[in-house]
């Protein structure tokens, strides 16, 4: 099990942080330490492409909902970009759909932003 990070910049002034793998216990330490840096670097707009990710489990979501607190603090927000069927379920399930933006493309995403 693995997670491959990769982060670039987006139309506008966000970024957006790929996600390839499974983003467990195991994994997630590597996906927070890229989203804390982009925070501490003073990016507030945030979009996680979770089009690559097979699995997430509840410490993934934790860092999701950190990153999420932390970007509000300054006005920002995180949108997921998400069609996996197996994914989205979860965050139907545990109800984040209310409080995450969960897009089908980046351009949705990012349009959402602003």
Do not use: W
Request: negative net charge; glycine residues 8%.
């Amino acid at each position: 099990m693995d997670i491959k990070v990769s982060v670039r910049p987006s139309d506008g002034e966000a970024r957006v942080v790929d996600l390839v793998g499974e983003i467990d216990v195991y994994t997630s330490p590597a996906v927070k330490e890229a989203i804390t840096e982009l925070i501490d670097d003073g990016h507030y707009n945030l979009i996680i492409n979770l089009e690559g990710v097979r699995y997430i489990d509840s410490t993934g979501l934790g860092v999701l909902i950190g990153a999420l607190k932390r970007v509000r603090e300054h006005a920002g927000s995180v949108n997921l970009i998400c069609t996996n069927p197996q994914v989205k379920k979860i965050f139907d399930i545990t109800g984040l759909v209310k409080i995450f933006g969960i897009y089908e493309n980046e351009q949705s995403a990012i349009k959402a932003l602003a």
